[in-house]
């Protein structure tokens, strides 16, 4: 029995070889694909294909140029549903052969993953700003869907985390009809470069004993800066990061967003060392939890230059601090911390928070959004969904969730209310979660 199926094996193998080349050949003949090219897959995906896709720089005026984006499909088979990610950034942890997304397993579908232009492998060249706009950036999601339903014509779910939230929602509300179910993680919706809900947000979560543990750190920290600047610059000078501002303000602004860093990620604050901790101890979570290279100059320009023209992002308390820090005011810390200087000249364009408040408010899409309660991206989630009950538009909030929250690690009853609703949707039986 045994020799029979190595013999079954070996006979296939041409076959589905050539199968896969079928398809290769099918993505490379789509509207404005210039390459496809299968790559190995290691998650269960009959195929795997990276492919460069052109697109214009505006939409609007194609004569201003074009640029390649990257586009990775993993295939399952023509006849299952097609989960297209709304990636924020770049697609470079995706294109290993092991990237799977918990949708795909649970309900078994392709998956497209488009990366966002301007990021990694979809930089235009040259790289002029003004054409990374989030109306341009919807636009190539839907080049990229309406292409790719020619060969998969099911069912089509939206999803991304974070950033890539925030774009599945954006997406859902410029091209409503371009897919049948959305999934936003974690999505933030801001209303301004400084959006002022992060800060009263921290000042309420969790319990005092938990939010004095870290203001007593903080203080710690920083009333210990002239002790921890030299070896704070040697950690730099070894990274050889380079900062806008003076090395005693990147201290300083590293000790801010550390509250902000410990409830988004759920770090336990009985991790947190006491403020009379030797000063190795001190020193190295402080650097564990926000390392400078976040302030640096290499930092993600792309996401930083979104945020401050069109995305939005949160702010610093400074009033407990004050006393010990070099900066008189974080004010301006995105504009002055985070751009080089051809990119501060912008305003804050308010379209793309208007333009998804107004559809979500408007309209009852099929679609499931995901916060965690403790995460403080979601003071500027859409949670106020919660005080208008709708037939379709779910939100859901995990309990001590932060912003790893996904549907396999939600409360058991949440979990199958989520998966019992989106099978419903697709007319798809729920995998189990490996």
């Known amino acids: 029995m045994k020799k029979i199926r190595i013999f079954l094996i070996l006979l296939l193998m041409p076959l589905m070889a050539i199968a896969d080349k079928v398809m290769e050949q099918k993505l490379a003949a789509l509207s404005n694909v210039v390459e496809a090219k299968e790559v190995a897959d290691e998650a269960g995906f009959d195929s795997r294909y990276i492919l460069k896709v052109k697109q214009p720089l505006s939409h609007k005026d194609p004569s201003k140029g074009y640029f390649n984006q990257r586009v990775i499909v993993m295939h399952r088979g023509m006849d299952r549903p097609t989960l297209v990610i709304t990636e924020g950034y770049g697609a470079g942890y995706a294109a290993g052969p092991r990237y799977n997304n ?10 497209v993953f488009v990366e966002h232009r301007f990021f990694q492998e979809s930089k235009p060249e040259p790289c002029d700003w003004q054409y990374l706009r989030d109306e341009d950036a919807m636009a190539d999601l839907h080049e990229v869907v309406t292409a790719l339903k020619t060969l998969y014509p099911g069912k089509w779910i939206s999803t991304g985390i974070s950033k890539g939230g925030e774009t599945c929602m954006e997406y859902r509300s410029y091209y409503p ?6 999934v936003p993680y974690v999505g933030p919706v801001c209303y301004g470069v400084i959006d002022g809900r992060h800060e009263p947000f921290l000042r309420k979560v969790g319990t005092a004993a938990d939010r004095k543990s870290i203001e007593n750190f903080q ?18 000078d070894e990274k050889n990061l380079k900062f806008y501002i003076p090395l005693e303000d990147v201290y300083d602004y590293c000790v801010l967003e550390y509250s902000f860093s410990i409830w988004q990620w759920g770090t336990p604050t009985s991790r947190i060392p006491e403020a009379t901790a030797p000063d190795d101890v001190l020193f190295n979570h402080l650097i564990k939890i926000v390392g400078p290279d976040y302030f640096a100059t ?4 792309e996401f930083f230059a979104q945020a401050y023209r069109e995305l939005g992002y949160y702010g610093y308390d400074i009033k407990p601090f004050k006393k010990y820090l070099s900066i008189k005011s974080a004010k301006h810390y995105l504009r002055d911390v985070m751009l080089p200087p051809e990119l501060r000249n912008v ?3 308010k379209t793309v928070s208007k333009h998804i408040t107004q559809y979500l408010k408007k309209n009852d899409p099929q679609m499931i959004c995901i916060y965690g309660e403790i995460d403080p991206w979601t003071a500027a989630g859409v ?16 309990p001590r969730g932060s912003h790893s ?22 007319g798809e039986p729920v995998n189990k979660q490996p």
């Open 102 to 111: 918990e949708l795909s397993t649970y309900f078994n579908t392709n998956i």
């Open 298 to 301: 290499t930092g993600n320009t």
């Open 177 to 182: 009809e371009d897919v049948d179910v959305s």
């Open 347 to 349: 305003k804050f364009d």
């Open 405 to 426: 929250t996904r549907i396999n690690n939600m409360p058991p009853e949440q979990r199958d209310e989520i998966l019992s609703t989106l099978s419903r949707w697709l």
């Open 219 to 236: 203080l710690a920290v920083l009333k210990k800066k002239a002790e921890f600047m030299p070896r704070f610059k040697q950690l730099c």
């Open 383 to 398: 949670t106020w969904l919660q005080k208008y009950p709708k037939n379709n538009l779910k939100v859901y909030v995990k």
